[in-house]
């Protein structure tokens, strides 16, 4: 059974770089059909979806997050990872890493978050100013 455990730092400061790492185990993340994921919930906030790194190894982006963001992986530690850039306090947020499966569709942008098969349990970072 494939599952996900998120890890990094819990407090982060302003404007340096927030760097998480998604650990994929009972699976793999070249040959299992899925985009590993990365979405974050603010407080009293809505799921945003941030980016992924399909078993194909292409990425993708939320527009809004993309200029901060860059996701990659280790295929041999079966590991992705993070970054995003110059933090501020309104990236405070549980993080969760995801395994959003499309089948045989293309991604469709406005609902990465509905289409998630698997979750991880989510960590609390939160940006100090």
């Known amino acids: 059974q494939v599952q996900l455990q998120e890890s990094g730092p819990g407090l982060v400061k302003a404007s340096q770089t927030l760097s998480l790492t998604c650990t994929v185990s009972g699976g793999s993340i070249t040959t299992d059909p899925y985009y590993w994921s990365w979405i974050r919930q603010p407080p009293g906030e809505g799921l945003e979806w941030i980016g992924a790194?399909?078993?194909?190894?292409?990425?993708y982006y939320s527009p809004s997050l993309q200029s901060r963001t860059s996701i990659s992986r280790d295929t041999s530690k079966n590991h992705f990872t993070l970054r995003l850039t110059s933090v501020a306090p309104e990236d405070t947020a549980v993080y969760y890493c995801a395994a959003v499966d499309w089948g045989d569709e293309r991604p469709a942008w406005s609902m990465w978050t509905q289409r998630v098969r698997l979750w991880g349990q989510g960590t609390q970072v939160t940006v100090s100013s």
């Open positions: 790194i399909a078993y194909s190894g292409s990425t």
